[in-house]
Structure formats: C-alpha cells, structure tokens
C-alpha cells in the first residue's frame, strides 16, 4: 500500500514536471508572433537624425539641423534654424567628418562627396552630396533653411548616409563654384549628425 503510494506521488511528480515544461514550450511558441508586426511597422516609420550646432571660440552661433526622411529610398529633407550668426548669406555643408574636437572646427575634414564630384550649389545636378548651399542670417542673427536632397540617406551602412558625419556653418559666402569649397571661409560652428 505504501510502495504504491510512493509509486503514484512519482508518477503525479513527472506529470507535474512534463506539465511545466510544455507550458514553456507555449509561451516560447507564442513569443516571436510579434516580430513580423513590428518589421513591418518599421518600414513606415519616418526616418530622423539631427545635429546640435557647437559654436567656434569668438563667436556665439547655436542652433540645429534636422534631417527627415520618409521612405528608405527616397528623398531627405533637411531644416536648418540658426541663431547668433553674423548678418548675411553663410555657407552650410554637411562635411565628411562628425568630429568638432578641433578648434577651428578642422576636424571635420572636407566636403560630404561620397561620388567624387565638384562643388556646386543644391540647384546643380553636379554637387557634392554635403553642399547645402547659403543660410540668410537676418538682422537678428538668426536664420532657417529648408531643402531636400536625394544625395543623401539616413540609412546606416549606406555610401551616402550622413550619419556620424558633421554640419559646418562658414564665416563667409559659398559663392557655389570655387573648388573645392565655395570659398566659404572660416568654420563658425559644428555640430555630429546622429539619429534620432
Ligand atoms: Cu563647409
Ligand atoms: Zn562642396
């Protein structure tokens, strides 16, 4: 009577145990369901990255760009709001380099130009990928830009994608034909483009 006993406690034990372990087997089955949702919700989702502007040594410039991009393939639109700068048409490139340690902000190399190509203004089909043209800075030293541009992505790991690249604001004027540079002059602010 007691061997039989002990005999079904075992067998209600193993029962417990086989119970538990195909109750997990369901909640694991069950977990990834929500995977493919959330890919498919992400195909949608709006592409976003921004930089913070840092000013040069001398001078008070603040202000940032932000990037939006609807589609992975498709084009990005670029608005740039400046304060503290001086009066008049100021050069505004995305540059090769997200990196402002620099005091002069040289750090940041040269002109975003993934294909290779001269510079130019954003109205030419010929233009490095990072020439954003002039910002007018107003009476007030403040300033926006908005425009888009199809030589650029916010897709990580892509040749054109500008992020972990940087933004210069130039003391001068892009006159949108010097090479290499526009002859924008000195570098007046910096900032990393991240996402986000
Ligand atoms: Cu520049
Ligand atoms: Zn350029």
Do not use: K, W, Y
């Amino acid at each position: 009577m007691r061997l039989q006993r002990i005999g079904l406690i075992l067998i209600l034990g193993v029962a417990v145990l086989i119970g538990c372990g195909g109750g997990e087997e369901a909640r694991e089955a069950a977990a990834p369901e929500p995977e493919p949702m959330a890919e498919d919700h992400s195909m949608h989702e709006m592409l976003t990255a921004s930089a913070s502007l840092q000013s040069r040594e001398g001078f008070s410039v603040s202000g940032s760009v932000a990037f939006e991009q609807m589609e992975s393939d498709g084009p990005v639109t670029i608005t740039a709001s400046i304060q503290g700068a001086p009066v008049g048409s100021r050069g505004l490139h995305i540059h090769e380099v997200g990196d402002c340690s620099a005091e002069d902000f040289t750090s940041a190399g040269g002109h975003f130009n993934p294909a290779g190509v001269p510079h130019g203004g954003p109205a030419d089909s010929e233009r490095h990928a990072g020439d954003l043209g002039n910002i007018e800075i107003g009476e007030d030293g403040s300033g926006t830009l908005e425009l888009t541009s199809d030589l650029i992505t916010l897709v990580a790991g892509e040749p054109t994608s500008v992020l972990g690249r940087g933004v210069i604001l130039h003391e001068g004027t892009d006159d949108l034909m010097s090479q290499p540079t526009g002859a924008a002059g000195g570098r007046i602010a910096c900032g990393v483009i991240t996402a986000g």
